[in-house]
């Protein structure tokens, strides 16, 4: 699956240069300072000290060979490869990221300007959980030293921030980010609580041919139609439950989206979400001590609910964030387990993400579509900051 992963963010990248693109490119090295959110228990007495690092990049600034380029403000488009130090080596330890992103442009002057920058890529931490836990004979930990954050060494990263940028001698500039970083597997391997971080850049950018710079141009492009289109997506996948298991579960999803433009680089749409998620089998889930199931049905397998979606429009990409409320969900009765059996809730609840997934989810979205009518699609659904797990699916278009 992870090679399904590297795949897609070379179709991503490649679909984004074009030969006059390719000519317009500068090279970027930033330091990083930040901190890691203490968003659960375990991070609250895994990070000990601030992170640090490095990232170097190479943009290429986009000419108007595509119209997205400049429905988008003509962005630039990056690669970049980043080391941190999680400021706890004999825990946490360090991450190595590879991520293609788009800078785009929100204010453009001769004296700065400034960014939205969103890209994502894998990610490799050279600490995961049982590179330093062992356990006795009945399965309980004798030793840990592990990073109870995530299980798996290759990782998903996310980058989001906003950038500036000072011109300050031929084709120099001072840069400067601020934004949010994140690894994790997606629950792929349990535990997967994963690693966010708030992180701040500074650096220098070198634009090699700045003497024959001649800045893209507007032409006068056809608007993209304001109508309605609609979608429908199989997703499939496995996911862990718990990390004492080892043992993968069958996911799924089916979701029906009708979407209209709203601008020429952003679409809006309602979806219908049905998903399966095999973990809830009686099984394993009563011994997790959360979810009070002891039989094999079906119906506490699924999901269903209505999202509210929101999508950027990039070529043959469309990404973005999905946000939907559950309306059939029968594990809202049967967590958290208190030992009292089933619960009575609403449609809308208080709830506590550690013990329970809630009423409310979301999905990170990123479409690739190959003919007119098919697209592969990937998505990270979520429930809050916790992964539930990774769809890799194929969708139709109409």
Do not use: C
């Not at 199931?293 to 990409?317: C, Y």
């Amino acid at each position: 699956m992870k090679k399904k992963g590297y795949l897609f963010i070379f179709i991503v990248l490649a679909n984004t240069l074009q030969a006059q693109t390719v000519d317009q490119y500068s090279f970027k090295f930033q330091g990083i300072y930040g901190n890691i959110l203490k968003h659960t228990e375990h991070l609250k007495n895994l990070v000990k000290g601030p992170v640090t690092g490095a990232e170097i990049a190479i943009e290429w600034q986009t000419m108007g060979e595509k119209s997205w380029h400049q429905y988008l403000n003509f962005p630039k488009v990056g690669v970049g490869t980043v080391f941190l130090d999680l400021g706890n080596p004999d825990t946490l330890g360090t991450v190595f990221a590879v991520y293609p992103y788009l800078n785009i442009p929100i204010i453009q002057s001769n004296h700065f300007n400034l960014n939205i920058k969103t890209g994502a890529g894998a990610s490799f931490l050279n600490k995961s959980f049982r590179n330093a836990t062992a356990y006795d004979t009945n399965g309980n930990i004798i030793l840990n030293k592990s990073n109870a954050a995530i299980g798996s060494h290759f990782n998903v990263y996310f980058a989001g921030s906003i950038n500036l940028e000072i011109p300050v001698y031929k084709g120099i500039s001072i840069t400067s980010d601020i934004g949010w970083n994140h690894a994790s597997n997606g629950s792929f391997i349990q535990p997967n609580s994963g690693i966010n971080m708030i992180n701040g850049f500074i650096g220098i950018k070198y634009f090699l041919n700045y003497n024959t710079y001649n800045p893209p141009v507007k032409q006068n492009l056809n608007e993209i139609p304001r109508i309605f289109s609609f979608e429908i997506i199989a997703s499939g996948g496995v996911r862990q439950l718990y990390y004492k298991d080892n043992q993968f579960f069958p996911i799924g999803s089916i979701v029906l989206g009708a979407f209209r433009p709203i601008t020429n680089f952003y679409r809006m749409g309602l979806g219908v979400d049905a998903f399966y998620d095999g973990v809830y089998d009686g099984k394993n889930s009563t011994s997790w001590q959360r979810t009070y199931i002891k039989t094999d049905e079906f119906k506490n397998k699924m999901r269903v609910g209505i999202s509210w979606q929101h999508e950027s429009l990039i070529g043959r990409i469309t990404a973005g964030l999905h946000f939907g409320i559950y309306l059939y969900n029968p594990l809202k009765n049967l967590e958290p387990y208190d030992g009292n059996g089933i619960l009575n809730k609403g449609l809308i609840y208080p709830y506590n993400i550690e013990k329970e997934d809630g009423w409310f989810y979301s999905r990170v979205s990123l479409k690739y579509s190959f003919t007119k009518h098919y697209f592969l699609s990937l998505g990270l659904k979520t429930h809050l900051q916790k992964a539930e797990f990774i769809e890799w699916g194929l969708g139709y278009r109409f």
